[in-house]
């Protein structure tokens, strides 16, 4: 019998099964011993066999912090998939993997560019790390009520404004699935000796159609933070880092990804990355080439909805993209908002979208859709514009802030001592604390930010509206925590 050929194995999953199959007695961790002592619940959660191979450190597995066996093979096959230098797999999410992103490259003190409507994760990383952001304003999309990017001539007046800065860190695509012409970005970037170092969250599936945007790698990023579990076959939590290697130092990398997770990563969270990059090697073009034909026969059926649209490619500015699996459905033309269309939809037709906001819905078609659950969601978008019909459009008195005043780095910031404050007087002040809405994540207030009176009066209204407020300590928004004033 011939070997499998590399790239369609699934070496951590192999790894742990020849070590449950040794039949060893266990005197190590975890304290359940492969499922010896679990609780009937958790027995429910992960099957016998699941339990068994939940172990560590045994020497048929490896080390996630210096990888030489199973976890050096599946990274090296994850590089090879996405044509990466060096692959890292991350288990504490995008996140983490953005806190690498950063900390693997930058030093406390450095400038840095950054889109306002970056993930919250990003202001994580800048705090970990020290470094200060320059931010950037993205366009706001009048019609949509969202943030859509960045246009090259943005990036390029705050690199001329700011020539010392060490690195742009983009979202690329948006979480509405929107894209910048990476290479051109990645060009002038290097042009000014700075990094390309992109959140691309919402994109590991984008190297699998050539109907999906470059993905950022290919398009000359130095490194791209992808969340497998958003998008592919892997387990929440799941991510991996992409490297090129040449500008960026993979050593530096390795050491800030090993000092940001943790020494006991679970096997069965490896295994599911080795194995959403198996299913990516044996069926990828054909599973998302499939998720995207279904998203674009989705968006034009919503499009023939009155009252409901839903953008597509054609509505974007030439120099733009869009990831076709992103199905954004605007809901202004039935006079509600998304977040009562996203009530509606879950409790009287038992759909749950991704998200919604102000005006929109979003849903994600994936790989796992089918022309039946399309269906399902087309027939419960046609109820719901039934529902409404005739109503007029919908427009909110509020728009979503511009960047605030420069104030203090946001490590100054989180570190300082900090006072609460009444949330309404809060103007003037600088927050220490981040307020956002979940999803998208994206902050409005950030640590280090003045406090101005539309940043408070978007938030308070977006609130009345019902989306969830993250990030304050008092997410009643009563008060806020600013920094203290000496
Ligand atoms: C654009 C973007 N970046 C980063 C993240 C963080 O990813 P994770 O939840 O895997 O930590 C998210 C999560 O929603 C995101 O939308």
Known sequence: MTERQNEFRAPVAEAMKAYAGDGALAFHTPGHKQGLGAHALLRELITPQGLREEVSLMEELDDLHEPTMCIKEAQDLAAELYGADAAYFMINGTSGAIHTMIMGCLKPGDKVLVPRNAHRSMIGGLILAGVTP????????????????????????????????????????????????LAEVAEFVHSRKMLLLVDEAHGPHLKFSDRLPLQALDAG???????????????????????????????????????????????????????????MAEQGPELVNRAVQLAERLRQRVNEIPGLWSFGKEYLPVCEGLDLTKVTVSVRGLGITGVQAEHILRHEYKIQCELSDA???????????????????????????????????????????????????????????????????????????????YPPGIPILAPGDVIDAEALYYIRTMQRLGLKVVGPADSSLKTIQVVEEI
């Open 134 to 181: 320059v931010f950037i304003q993205p366009r706001i999309d009048e019609k949509l009520g969202i943030p859509m990017g960045l246009v090259l001539a943005d990036i390029v007046a705050a690199a001329d404004a700011h020539p010392e800065a060490k690195a742009l860190l983009l979202v690329y695509p948006t979480y509405y699935g929107v894209t910048i012409d």
């Open 221 to 279: 990023a130095d490194m791209a933070a992808q969340s497998t579990h958003k998008i592919l076959g892997s387990m929440t939590q799941t991510s991996i880092l992409l490297v090129r290697s040449g500008r960026v130092d993979l050593e530096r990398v390795r050491s800030a990804a090993s000092l940001l997770q943790s020494t006991s990563p679970n096997q069965l969270l490896l295994a599911s990355l080795d194995i959403a990059r198996l299913q």
């Open 359 to 437: 005006y929109n819905l979003l849903f994600i078609i994936s790989y796992a859709d089918t022309e039946e659950q399309a269906a399902v969601l087309e027939r419960a978008l046609r109820g719901l514009a039934a529902q409404f019909a005739g109503r007029q459009e919908l427009t909110l008195p509020v728009e979503i802030p511009l960047v605030p005043a420069e104030g203090i780095s946001p490590r100054k910031a989180f570190f300082g001592g900090r006072e609460t404050v009444d949330f309404e007087a809060a103007a003037g002040r600088i927050a220490a604390e981040q307020i956002m809405f």
